[in-house]
């Protein structure tokens, strides 16, 4: 089993900037990809960004290219999510997740990881 913990969220006005960490643990060998999802009040889950192992290959939600950055560090078991230039919509419960799937498809699946943390509450004040 693998375990997630996610720390860093909280209250930020429009504009502002925040981080989310995202600590694994357990039978983290061979984590493949490592993810950021997010939920709103009444929406559904939709993805954010995802960063592959050695880190080349990272794919941001159209919603928030160029504001978000996804990073991870291997030796620290821990992936990252920077967000500036943060909006009110960005309000969410943000949650990491990871697979040890390495076939190729898509990482913007939430089907795809098997691994979960209990997510961190970001808001967003206008």
């Known amino acids: 089993q693998v375990q997630l913990v996610e720390s860093g969220g909280g209250l930020v006005q429009a504009g502002g900037s925040l981080g989310l960490s995202c600590a694994t643990s357990?039978?983290?060998?061979?984590?493949?990809?490592l993810a950021w999802f997010r939920q709103a009040p009444g929406k559904d889950q939709e993805f954010v960004a995802a960063?592959?192992?050695?880190?080349?290959?990272?794919f941001y939600a159209d919603s928030v290219k160029g504001r978000f950055t996804i990073s991870r560090d291997n030796a620290k078991n821990t992936v990252y999510l920077q967000m500036n230039s943060l909006k009110p919509e960005d309000t969410a419960n943000y949650y990491c997740?990871?697979?040890?799937?390495?076939?190729?498809?898509?990482?913007?699946?939430?089907?795809?990881?098997?691994?979960w943390g209990q997510g961190a509450q970001v808001t967003v004040s206008s």
């Open positions: 997740a990871a697979s040890k799937d390495y076939s190729s498809g898509n990482l913007r699946l939430r089907d795809r990881y098997d691994y």
């Open positions: 960063i592959t192992r050695g880190g080349a290959n990272r």
């Open positions: 357990g039978r983290t060998f061979g984590i493949y990809a």
